[in-house]
């Protein structure tokens, strides 16, 4: 874990009923198009949205997607070994099979499952028909989003004053690397 | 002429030694090309590749190696039409598809046989699909050696007086497809163009450049301290959303621009491209005087990172000038004329480097006590006695005084964190951002690179911190002596410089030293003894596993520690970057630190690809920009945005600070909350180092445009499908308030 320091510590306690949740909870996160490098950016586009909320032993997944370059073909959460890299599938969301849609899903979820939702090592993405289906090396897909508890977000060019929401500050996200599997 | 044949078998051993006994399946094989596409595949090589990929494939910084055990661990379960197809789609960089489908079919049939693949009967098609590890080892055969003792190719960058042989002009001409048909403008005349005459030109002394006139910019970041804040204010909060266009002046095209514009006495000195330095009228934007120091930039359209320089200095009656192939020069600044010139490493040519002069130098420099103090980049390869230096050389006459090798050798303090590697194994710790200077301490401070190669497990070092890599240094500037020394990423292994601005700020009696490198902690050290104060992440870093933020301790990922060269690895941020070259302005009048923030994340397999992805967090915005308070590194505000931001900052005492960005934007934003005051849309990205003066009590605001450079222009090119920017427009803008304000 990254400790605080003590004089931010103080304002990480303010942020903490937003930002560190117990087992219920709202999570969030904005979908964009990964992963991208000069062959796959030309069949990779488009945006979305989605929610999940929990018990802690259930999760409900809402979301919409807009702007694919070719129709979606299916839609999962994903596990990762910590914080933002890429890890396995272990639920099926339902999908709009199309460039813009909605997914949804509920899930029990296990123990190990509610941590790693807790921690940011949950994801969601969604495939389509031109996103390599075998990419050539490392993860797939076509949009991506990791759920972190929900926070304030502003528009692209407003500014913030004061805190802004950093992952590894704000959430107990999961740094120490462990195999997916376990989740 | 040297025997070529032993120098590139050289070379081609000294990349893959390590990884020839698993190779030995590919040995022999035939590949899927011919002999004749291996000949024209190196000239076109060459030609398009090499001023990246360097001749002997050894690769640069941004720019991975294209042979021996990088190579084959990037690409060997891979096959030959992923290759063609990353090659014809991804390069030369930023133009891909710009070759002709035969020069691609023959650079990957080149690429092949320098890695061991024998030619065959058959012609390499863009669908020939064969696994690569099943024809090609990583080790050149004699054949792909002999090839190239054949043919005739440019050494080293062209010399003076000549440009490349084959310009996009000529390409056209040929009927080719060129992607840039703008820039095909090579400079092919050098030498003093234009000699000035500037009347009344006042000398630069040591007290100007410890306490500058607010009126000039003298220096890289302004003031020794590294504060790139101006202390005028006629062009304040209030008015500032009239500014206006002043004047404008074009820029040679090509290459790699990032220049920062110096003014003395309205006087401004400028570099671009091609080693072109001109004297300017800072308030009409009249030419003064000219001198092409070439040599031109090694191809048409946007360059590398190593073929630029980020400021001048001035000493006396000279302005002093870095140049990419490591050339030091002194030039009158009233006339443009060469008072002398001098290379950093005495024209030191690395072994089986085909020519190439060992050491490059693209950081700029800073002048103290008559001493013009430089860094150097590109000296990392492993297998000879060099190494990477700061060197100091006398204003007057350019001759060397000291220079302090940055890597820990045998013996000296630190030497025994390079595992068992021996001392021409020990390779890195470039110095490609100028350092900073404390008057009172007397005593000169530098960030360093990381070791190399960058990869852990390609390096050989174990665990070792690999001193003085990814560090501040403080050294005496006129003896070289280090003071001491902190190493912020121990044994860093992902491209992750901390190599960035130092910059000196005092807390009443505390003296302390900032600074914040590619993984995005800001850092705050005693300046006067080393010793760790506070530190901040400043973006999302997975990196860590932990990091203490009371001992600045990191701990890297156990994935990261165990890397291996043919499995992905991923990381936040990746090599683009929290923090990189676009430094931090410091606004003393309310103590903030106002940093350009990048949030992008990569996928890596071994050095050789790389994959993108957004920064969790982020909402798909590349750029941010932040202040903090650097007493207590408290967030004061923040802002993102789509396009991440390709210059400096400059804030002024009329609390407004100043920004450029990927997508052509160059802002005004009021330092007390972030908020955007005026903004004006230019004609290409906005990079480099903005900088406020003021001539005849008027002020005004410089900024470039210009293209090139390493991860921060190759990661949004790729993540930003919707940016569309023109391959030309390398320029100067100077904005002022309007003439009855």
């Known amino acids: 874990m990254f400790r605080k320091s003590s004089g931010s510590f103080l304002l990480s306690l303010a942020f903490a009923a937003i930002a560190l949740p117990a087992l219920a909870a709202d999570y969030q996160t904005n979908l964009g198009p990964m992963p991208l490098d000069d062959e796959t950016k030309l069949v990779i586009a488009g945006r979305g949205e989605a929610t999940a909320s929990s018990d802690g032993k259930t999760m409900t997944v809402k979301g919409s997607f807009h702007g694919l370059l070719s129709n979606a073909t299916e839609a999962h959460i994903f596990v990762s070994p910590i914080c933002g890299v890429p890890g396995k599938s272990i639920f099926n969301l339902d999908i709009t099979k199309s460039t813009s849609g909605t997914i949804a899903g509920t899930f029990k979820l296990t123990s190990a499952q509610a941590a790693a939702l807790r921690t940011g090592k949950l994801y969601i993405q969604i495939n389509s028909e031109k996103a390599p289906e075998v990419y050539p090396w490392g993860p797939k897909g076509n949009l991506w989003g990791w759920l972190f508890p929900a926070h304030e977000t502003v528009g692209a060019n407003v500014p913030q004053q004061d805190h802004w929401f950093i992952p590894q500050l704000d959430t107990p996200c999961a740094k120490k690397f462990e195999d997916a599997d376990n989740a | 002429m040297p025997n070529k044949t032993i120098l590139l078998l050289g070379a081609a051993v000294a990349l893959g030694a390590a990884a020839l006994a698993p190779m030995a399946l590919g040995q022999g094989a035939s590949g899927p090309f011919t002999q004749a596409q291996v000949a024209s595949g190196r000239q076109a090589f060459d030609a398009n590749c090499a001023p990246c990929h360097l001749q002997d494939l050894a690769g640069t910084n941004d720019a991975p190696a294209l042979a021996g055990t990088p190579f084959m661990g990037a690409w060997g379960k891979r096959t030959t039409a992923q290759l063609y197809s990353k090659i014809a789609t991804t390069m030369p960089l930023g133009q891909g598809g710009s070759l002709s489908e035969a020069q691609y079919t023959d650079i990957v049939a080149y690429i092949l046989n320098r890695n061991g693949a024998h030619a065959g009967t058959t012609a390499f098609t863009p669908t020939s699909a064969v696994q690569i590890d099943t024809i090609a080892n990583g080790r050149a055969p004699a054949a792909g050696a002999a090839v190239a003792q054949n043919s005739t190719r440019q050494e080293s960058p062209a010399p003076s007086g000549q440009a490349p042989a084959q310009s996009n002009f000529a390409r056209a001409m040929a009927g080719q497809r060129v992607s840039d048909p703008g820039a095909f403008g090579l400079p092919n005349r050098f030498g003093l163009s234009l000699e000035g005459n500037i009347q009344n030109y006042v000398p630069v002394t040591e007290a100007m450049m410890v306490n500058p006139p607010d009126s000039d910019w003298l220096m890289f970041r302004r003031n020794y301290q590294g504060w790139s804040y101006s202390p005028l204010k006629q062009i304040n909060a209030q008015n500032v ?54 040599p031109a930039p090694r191809r048409p359209g946007p360059g590398p990172s190593t073929e630029e320089t980020r400021s001048l200095g001035l000493w006396g009656n000279n302005v002093y000038v870095n140049t990419p192939y490591g050339y030091l020069y002194a030039l009158d600044a009233r006339t443009g004329k ?78 025994d964190s390079w595992g068992k590697l021996p001392d021409n194994m020990r390779k890195g710790a470039e110095t490609w951002i100028a350092g900073t200077y404390d008057p009172e301490l007397n005593t000169t401070y530098w960030g360093t690179a990381q070791a190399k190669p960058w990869r852990r497990d390609l390096r050989g070092s174990g665990d070792g911190a690999t001193n003085y890599a990814n560090s501040t240094l403080a050294l005496d500037p006129e003896t070289g002596k280090m003071k001491w020394w902190y190493q912020h990423a121990p044994g860093e292994s992902l491209d992750l410089d901390e190599v960035f601005e130092r910059v000196l700020i005092d807390h009443g009696d505390q003296k302390t030293v900032m600074t914040i490198g590619k993984p995005g902690i800001l850092w705050k050290l005693d300046r006067v003894t080393g010793k760790f104060i506070a530190a901040v992440p400043t973006v999302f870093n997975n990196v860590y596993e932990n990091f203490d933020q009371k001992t600045g ?72 920009l932040s202040a903090y308070r650097t007493a207590d590194l408290k967030p004061l505000w923040s802002f993102q945005q789509r396009a991440p931001f390709l210059t400096g900052v400059v804030s002024t005492a009329g609390n407004v600070a100043f920004v450029g960005d990927f997508d052509r934007v160059f802002r005004a934003v009021d330092t007390s909350n972030g908020k955007t005051l005026w903004k004006t849309r230019l004609g290409t990205t906005v990079q480099g180092y903005p900088v406020s003066f003021s001539v005849d009590g008027k002020q005004y605001i410089a900024v470039t445009t210009g293209l090139g450079g390493g991860s921060p222009q190759a990661k949004p090119g790729t993540m930003l499908r919707e940016v569309h920017r023109p391959p030309n427009g390398y320029a100067l803008f100077v904005f002022g308030l309007p003439d009855d304000k």
């Open chain 2, 241 to 294: 959303g009239s500014l206006q266009l002043k004047w404008m002046w074009s820029m040679p095209e090509n290459g790699t621009m990032e220049i920062t514009p110096i003014v003395h006495n309205g006087v401004m000195f400028v570099w671009g491209t091609g080693n072109t330095v001109q004297a300017l009228n800072a308030g009409t934007g009249e030419l003064l005087w000219e001198n092409r120091l070439g």
């Open chain 2, 338 to 415: 060469e008072v002398w010139k001098t290379h950093i490493t005495d024209e030191l040519k690395i072994p089986g480097g085909n020519g190439n002069m060992f050491g490059g130098s693209t950081g700029g420099v800073i002048i103290i006590k008559g001493r013009v103090l430089v860094g150097m980049t590109n000296c990392g390869r492993n297998g000879d006695d060099n190494h990477c230096y700061i060197s100091a050389y006398d204003a007057a006459t350019g001759k060397r005084d000291w220079k302090f090798i940055t890597t820990a050798l045998t013996g000296q303090p630190g030497g």
């Open chain 2, 553 to 624: 301790k990191v701990v890297y990922r156990k994935d990261i520690h165990d890397q291996k060269v043919d499995q992905w690895l991923s990381s936040c941020p990746g090599p683009e970057g929290g923090h990189d070259w676009q430094a931090t302005s410091y606004h003393q009048p309310s103590d903030a630190l106002i940093i350009p923030l990048s949030q992008s994340c990569v996928f890596m397999l071994g050095n050789g690809s790389q994959t993108y992805f957004e920064m969790p967090g982020t909402d798909g915005n590349m750029g941010r």
